[in-house]
């Protein structure tokens, strides 16, 4: 085939695997734990393990390979629109190509996720050296403050091309496997160096040059802009040029410790209190259960995921002289065999639950979506709420709702309308069952890793929105 024409059915799919996501960063030495640690990545913007931009573009390049002129390639233009997690099917498909140039898309269960453009043919630009003296590849990301960002510069070593050639070998057949490398090294130059271990890969202009020679990446900030957390850097390499764009993404943000809640309380105002609080390892719940704590009461807090950060919570409530239970609980299961081990008889329930809230979708409605913010926003809090009054006579419970109820911010429909109906189940529960009282809240955006934003917005302390919550369901317990 010439490469002439297109067509909208797909070339390749791909399910992104674990063994995919270490291949990859063996082959160029990207070892950023937002691909790499599944517990550091559910903190980060993705949600979850993402797959490397360039992985995914250097696959897609090469299933490209035996129908279209690769050896003739001059120029790439890669834009990196969304995450794609590890567990997902991406699929490849050609939007345009003819004897000069190529557009495919990417895209995971219908959403684009990336697009990539090809161009063949011309003379090949001579190779623009930068001078710097080559480093190796840490063993973890370099940490950089915004202060340092402007106006760095440096070189590294290339891992030896063998491996990446193999990930991609047509593609290296085509272009040769140093190039690959040199492509390879610019998610190593982002992840691991600029901006590092808070980055996140935006686009890639590639000039492909005369030259494919050398053994090491070159690279200069040229353009850092702190209000919008851009990063815009020059490399050099084996056999091409390129204008590397990413953003410096937000740092997990820091639990409020013991001693900071502590103070806010009064010495034994909670003593009477036995709380159940699900959702317990970060944001609200670290925040409620450690107020709690401060106050004299009896804690437990669940966990879906992260059971290290659970236990740090638990750890610093006992270091603090507090009481503290940590359970595994997960919404979608039945909740009398998950908490059967609970040493205490619940008089209060703070319902912290949650799936991602803000997330990829390929429709404006989806019913899946929304299923699974019913069963943890209505479902489990109904089923929590009962199995409590089993062992406690009388329970206040915390329904969280959200002011996005009356916002509607883009994207989030499955998460309003389940939160509209959570106020009316807890509203009905509370009217109806003897001995249940439900304190409903419409939270603004409160600052955890979930509201975090590359752009910042404005956000409230976990501690100080629910003090005042916790002494209200203690008063009327």
């Given at each position: 085939?010439?490469?002439a024409?297109?067509?909208?059915?797909?070339?390749?799919?791909?399910?992104w695997?674990q063994?995919h996501q270490?291949?990859?960063?063996?082959?160029?030495?990207?070892?950023?734990?937002?691909?790499?640690?599944?517990?550091?990545?559910?903190?980060t913007?993705?949600?979850g393990?993402?797959?490397h931009?360039?992985?995914a573009?250097l696959w897609?390049?090469d299933?490209?390979?035996d129908?279209y002129p690769?050896?003739?390639?001059?120029?790439?233009?890669?834009?990196?629109?969304r995450f794609?997690?590890?567990?997902d099917?991406?699929?490849?498909?050609?939007?345009?190509?003819?004897?000069?140039?190529?557009?495919?898309?990417l895209?995971?269960?219908?959403?684009?996720?990336?697009?990539?453009q090809?161009?063949?043919g011309?003379?090949?630009?001579r190779?623009?050296?930068?001078?710097?003296e080559?480093?190796?590849?840490?063993?973890?990301?370099v940490?950089?403050e915004?202060?340092?960002i402007?106006?760095?510069?440096?070189?590294?070593?290339?891992?030896?091309?063998?491996?990446?050639?193999?990930?991609?070998p047509?593609?290296?057949h085509?272009?040769?496997?140093p190039?690959?490398?040199?492509?390879?090294g610019?998610?190593t130059?982002v992840?691991?160096?600029?901006p590092?271990l808070?980055?996140i890969?935006?686009?890639?202009?590639?000039t492909?040059?005369?030259?494919?020679?050398?053994?090491?990446?070159?690279y200069?900030?040229k353009?850092?802009q702190p209000?919008?957390?851009?990063?815009?850097?020059?490399?050099?390499g084996p056999?091409?040029?390129?204008?590397?764009?990413?953003?410096?993404?937000?740092?997990?943000?820091e639990q409020?410790?013991?001693?900071?809640l502590?103070?806010?309380?009064?010495?034994?105002e909670f003593?009477d209190?036995?709380?159940?609080i699900?959702?317990?390892?970060?944001?609200?719940?670290?925040?409620t259960?450690?107020?709690?704590?401060?106050?004299?009461?009896?804690v437990c807090?669940?966990?879906?995921?992260g059971?290290s950060e659970?236990?740090?919570?638990?750890?610093?409530?006992?270091?603090?002289g507090?009481r503290?239970?940590?359970?595994r609980?997960?919404?979608?299961q039945?909740?009398?065999?998950?908490?059967?081990?609970?040493a205490?008889?619940?008089s209060?329930l703070?319902h912290f639950?949650?799936?991602?809230?803000?997330?990829?979708?390929?429709?404006?409605?989806?019913p899946?979506?929304?299923?699974?913010m019913?069963r943890?926003y209505n479902y489990?809090?109904?089923?929590?709420?009962l199995?409590?009054?089993?062992?406690?006579?009388?329970?206040?419970?915390?329904?969280?709702?959200?002011t996005?109820?009356?916002?509607?911010?883009?994207?989030?429909?499955?998460?309003?309308?389940?939160?509209t109906?959570?106020?009316t189940?807890?509203?009905?529960?509370a009217?109806?069952?003897?001995?249940?009282r439900?304190?409903?809240?419409?939270l603004?955006r409160?600052?955890?890793d979930?509201?975090a934003t590359?752009?910042?917005v404005?956000?409230?302390p976990?501690?100080?929105?629910?003090l005042p919550?916790?002494r209200?369901?203690?008063?009327?317990?």
């Amino acid at each position: 085939m010439d490469g002439a024409g297109s067509s909208n059915a797909p070339l390749a799919s791909r399910v992104w695997s674990q063994e995919h996501q270490a291949a990859f960063a063996q082959a160029t030495g990207d070892v950023n734990p937002m691909h790499m640690d599944a517990e550091v990545a559910r903190r980060t913007l993705a949600g979850g393990q993402a797959v490397h931009g360039v992985h995914a573009a250097l696959w897609a390049l090469d299933a490209c390979a035996d129908a279209y002129p690769l050896a003739r390639l001059s120029a790439l233009q890669m834009r990196f629109e969304r995450f794609v997690l590890v567990g997902d099917r991406s699929t490849l498909v050609v939007d345009g190509a003819d004897a000069g140039q190529m557009r495919l898309s990417l895209s995971v269960d219908g959403v684009r996720v990336a697009t990539i453009q090809a161009v063949f043919g011309g003379e090949r630009q001579r190779a623009q050296p930068m001078e710097a003296e080559a480093v190796a590849i840490p063993a973890e990301p370099v940490t950089m403050e915004p202060g340092t960002i402007a106006g760095a510069a440096g070189a590294f070593r290339l891992p030896e091309p063998e491996a990446i050639a193999a990930l991609v070998p047509r593609l290296a057949h085509a272009i040769g496997a140093p190039r690959v490398a040199a492509l390879g090294g610019l998610s190593t130059l982002v992840g691991m160096f600029v901006p590092g271990l808070h980055s996140i890969l935006s686009k890639i202009d590639v000039t492909l040059t005369d030259a494919a020679e050398g053994s090491s990446l070159a690279y200069a900030v040229k353009r850092f802009q702190p209000m919008l957390q851009s990063v815009t850097t020059q490399a050099t390499g084996p056999g091409l040029d390129a204008r590397v764009e990413s953003f410096v993404r937000p740092r997990p943000v820091e639990q409020e410790s013991w001693a900071e809640l502590a103070g806010l309380v009064r010495p034994g105002e909670f003593s009477d209190v036995s709380a159940l609080i699900v959702g317990g390892s970060r944001g609200l719940g670290a925040a409620t259960a450690k107020l709690l704590a401060a106050g004299g009461g009896a804690v437990c807090i669940t966990y879906a995921s992260g059971a290290s950060e659970a236990d740090a919570v638990a750890r610093e409530i006992r270091d603090g002289g507090g009481r503290c239970q940590v359970l595994r609980y997960d919404a979608a299961q039945p909740v009398g065999p998950q908490l059967e081990s609970l040493a205490m008889q619940p008089s209060q329930l703070y319902h912290f639950a949650t799936p991602r809230i803000f997330r990829q979708k390929r429709a404006p409605f989806e019913p899946a979506c929304f299923e699974e913010m019913m069963r943890v926003y209505n479902y489990a809090f109904y089923d929590l709420s009962l199995f409590c009054l089993e062992r406690h006579d009388r329970l206040a419970a915390f329904y969280p709702s959200t002011t996005a109820i009356d916002e509607a911010p883009r994207d989030t429909l499955e998460y309003v309308m389940a939160k509209t109906a959570g106020e009316t189940l807890a509203t009905t529960l509370a009217r109806t069952i003897p001995n249940l009282r439900i304190v409903i809240e419409r939270l603004p955006r409160v600052k955890t890793d979930q509201t975090a934003t590359i752009f910042p917005v404005p956000a409230a302390p976990p501690g100080a929105l629910m003090l005042p919550i916790i002494r209200r369901l203690s008063s009327e317990a």
